[in-house]
């Protein structure tokens, strides 16, 4: 219950990013590029301090080669995310007949932004599960703060989708809840990684840096590089704000 109402925050976020296509033509790009810096500072600590050394320190109690499941689980979770947006690139390129009609292309944005929506809530359901099941290192101020830096980068995704279908002839109204949609499978993601981890106990150390692996992939592969594009100075500012504070929240709260 805890991860479900958790990612129905981040799917209101996406929903308050959907909503700027009533107000909005664009966002302004220096606003947006520290917000997902910001956003990947935040993923990127939080997947250290509330996934890695939790799927580590478990990983020993449980007697496992300390490194091994926490190793798999992180590649495999890199690779989910590497695979997911090259088949999605694939798509996206290789039918004349989609880049051809740009609405149709900005569907198939939809698409992708979707299924990078399944890690994500899948990473906090694992964080809430974990801390039920007790897993020492998970803490309440980790997994809540993962599930603000999944959050804040869910604000521009939202507006990624409604604003260029508003502009490609779509009402308001249809705009913003195609972006509200596009979210709608992470409160249902959350639910699964949460019970996979309640029940599923001997493999919590696999799922946990699974879902790091996801995090960390989309930040350093999603969220840098666009954010750095025009204003890396702002992003880098945003980045080391995000990472401080997920770092001391954790490690002074958790």
Not at 219 to 234: D, T
Request: proline share 3%; hydrophobic share 55%.
């Amino acid at each position: 219950m805890q991860a479900f109402i958790a990612c129905l925050f981040t799917w209101l976020v996406t929903s308050l990013g959907a909503l700027t296509v009533f107000f909005f033509k664009s966002i302004n790009k220096k606003v947006l590029d520290t917000v997902l810096g910001f956003s990947a500072g935040i993923m990127i600590a939080a997947s250290f301090w509330s996934l890695i050394a939790p799927a580590l320190d478990l990983s020993e109690s449980l007697g496992y080669i300390v490194w091994l499941l926490p190793a798999l689980g992180f590649i495999i979770g890199g690779l989910f995310v590497l695979l997911s947006d090259k088949f999605l690139d694939k798509v996206l390129n290789g039918n004349n007949k989609i880049n051809k009609g740009s609405l149709k292309k900005n569907i198939l944005l939809i698409c992708a932004i979707t299924i990078h929506n399944i890690p994500e809530g899948m990473a906090v359901g694992v964080a809430f599960g974990g801390l039920s099941s007790g897993v020492s290192g998970m803490s309440l101020v980790g997994a809540l703060m993962l599930t603000l830096g999944i959050g804040v980068q869910n604000f521009p995704e939202g507006a990624a989708v409604s604003l260029p279908l508003r502009s490609e002839g779509l009402s308001r109204t249809k705009s913003f809840i195609l972006g509200t949609l596009s979210a709608i499978v992470e409160p249902v993601a959350a639910v699964i990684g949460a019970i996979l981890v309640t029940y599923v106990n001997s493999i919590l150390p696999f799922l946990l840096s699974f879902a790091a692996g996801c995090m960390i992939l989309v930040a350093v592969r999603e969220l840098l590089p666009e954010s750095f594009e025009k204003n890396k100075n702002l992003s880098t500012l945003g980045f080391i704000i995000g990472f401080v504070i997920m770092m001391v929240l954790d490690v002074a709260l958790g």
